[in-house]
């Protein structure tokens, strides 16, 4: 079975803090592709990034990177330097090319940046 | 650029109702997705059309149902609404529907349903 799993329900930081949010998944797929998106209070999921399952290199956007360890099934997210604009829900997704569930969201981390 | 737009942004129906969304993709985009979002919760894939056709489907009642038109907008169609029913319904579309859901996807702002 396919599932993703975001421990951290809701984090809250000070502004220029550092942060990571956690995500961990199940596949028994040798391939799949893994997603982080922002949904700010609009409602609007915003694409981060995808990653898939032969890439185990690690990103670095700005202020975003994203660390991606098969070893451990685990697709991390780190905020260098939060800000109050960062403030939203975040949500690791899954793709998998087998099971009903094509692609599964986490139930995603409220992250709160305060000034 | 026109991003992916939905109609209407909220709506409310009681129970037993029947509802109709809508969803015109990005500019360009081929593949529509629907996703159920649930307060709180992460959002629930339902299906995917490309060509006019359903590709893909999520564990979804057949009361869920979907239309794709030739200039690639969507429907999402609910019958017998039922309470649990009441969310989010988010559109996603994405280009080269071959691809899947792999490919990058694009959402719209949602249309919140309720049901009293």
């Known amino acids: 079975a396919q599932k993703v799993t975001q421990a951290q329900t809701e984090i809250s930081v000070v502004e220029k803090e550092d942060v990571t949010l956690d995500c961990v998944y199940e596949t028994r797929d040798t391939t799949y592709y893994l997603f982080w998106y922002k949904q700010p209070p609009s409602g609007e999921l915003v694409f981060l990034i995808r990653r898939n399952s032969f890439d185990e290199q690690n990103e670095i956007s700005g202020r975003y990177s994203w660390n991606f360890q098969k070893s451990t099934s685990s697709f991390n997210f780190t905020i260098t330097a939060s800000q109050v604009v960062d403030s939203a829900v975040y949500f690791c997704a899954l793709y998998s090319t087998s099971g009903t569930y094509k692609y599964i969201f986490g139930t995603g981390t409220r992250l709160k940046v305060l000034a | 650029d026109a991003g992916v737009t939905q109609s209407p942004t909220h709506l409310i129906k009681t129970r037993g109702q029947q509802v109709t969304l809508r969803c015109s993709p990005k500019?360009?985009?081929?593949?529509v997705s629907w996703y159920q979002q649930a307060l709180g919760q992460g959002p629930q894939f339902i299906f995917q059309?490309?060509?006019?056709?359903?590709?893909q489907r999520g564990n979804f009642p057949d009361r869920f149902s979907g239309h794709q038109f030739p200039n690639y907008s969507s429907e999402l169609n609910v019958n017998a609404l039922l309470l649990g029913d009441s969310a989010l319904y988010l559109c996603a579309s994405s280009l080269v529907g071959l691809a899947g859901l792999y490919n990058e996807q694009f959402f719209g702002p949602g249309t919140r349903l309720t049901v009293l």
């Open positions: 059309y490309y060509e006019e056709e359903e590709r």
């Open positions: 500019s360009g985009h081929d593949t």
